[in-house]
């Protein structure tokens, strides 16, 4: 039985039972070190799987032994509570856009401190008998738009000796009743009011027409109520 036999030549049986003997002897160590590493690892495990168990072990009781809620709705697992069920409020914001600014209030009266009256004439000299062109001015002077009455019987214009000692002739001696007479005047706006004179006196309550004046140097002046202007100069030839 241990000498080959066949055909071939034995040392091709010897080489072959060789190569069968290494083969098992590599076979049996190959098993014994995975047997070993396989034992070696559950050794090695198990303090740590022991471990693991200890300090799972107390939360779990702890779970168990735990009250249950006293209030809210339970839900299955892996869902929420009702109370994270509910939605956070949303921030209250309060809106910063500002409506368009209120209109401005409705022009008042204007003050006399911004009204300023000037009385004019439309050339400085003129021929006994001609007609003189006089004129009122009545300027808004001040810095906001305002309401001016400027009825007629509180317009007036006069005219005078050089020295302003003497009074000649005035608008408001003789004219007609008009009704009232309010404007807006925009800062540095002008009303203008005139008249052309006949180059005669006059008298209050329209007393006929006095005599006409002679050559000689004169001063118109311009009033509005209370407000009166500075004598403008002319002369008649």
Same mark, same amino acid.
């Given at each position: 039985m241990i000498e080959p036999?066949?055909?071939?030549?034995?040392?091709?049986?010897?080489? =072959? =039972?060789?190569?069968?003997?290494?083969?098992s002897i590599l076979v049996v160590v190959?098993?014994?070190?995975?047997?070993t590493a396989w034992l070696g690892h559950g050794s090695s495990a198990d303090p740590q799987g022991v471990? /693991?168990?200890? /300090?799972?072990?107390? $939360?779990?009781?702890? =779970?168990?032994?735990?009250?249950?809620p006293t209030s809210g709705t339970i839900t299955a697992a892996g869902g929420s509570s009702s109370s994270s069920a509910s939605p956070a409020p949303a921030p209250t914001t309060t809106s910063t856009t500002t409506g368009p600014p209120p209109p401005p209030?409705?022009?008042?009266? +204007?003050? @006399? $401190?911004a009204i300023t009256v000037e009385a004019r004439i439309a050339?400085?000299?003129y021929r006994v008998g001609q007609s003189p062109l006089l $004129?009122?001015?009545v300027t808004n002077s001040g810095p906001v738009a305002c309401k001016r009455e400027v009825t007629r019987q509180l317009r007036e214009l006069l005219v005078f000796t050089a @020295?302003?000692?003497?009074?000649?002739?005035?608008?408001? @001696? +003789?004219?007609?009743?008009?009704?009232? @007479? $309010?404007?807006?005047?925009q800062p540095g706006e002008q009303a203008t009011f005139s008249i052309a004179w006949a180059g005669r006196t006059s008298s209050? /309550? +329209?007393a006929p027409s006095g005599a006409p004046l002679p050559a000689g140097d004169y001063v118109v002046v311009g009033k509005l109520g209370s407000l009166t202007s500075h004598p403008t100069p002319f002369k008649l030839t």
């Open positions: 036999q066949g055909p071939l030549d034995p040392s091709v049986y010897w080489r =072959r =039972r060789a190569f069968a003997l290494g083969g190959l098993l014994a070190v995975i047997i471990a /693991n168990r200890q /300090n799972v072990a107390p $939360t779990s009781s702890k =779970r168990l032994t735990s009250s249950p209030p409705p022009p008042g009266p +204007c003050p @006399d $401190t050339q400085p000299s $004129t009122l001015v @020295d302003g000692s003497t009074r000649l002739w005035s608008s408001s @001696d +003789c004219y007609y009743q008009q009704p009232a @007479d $309010t404007r807006l005047l209050p /309550n +329209c």
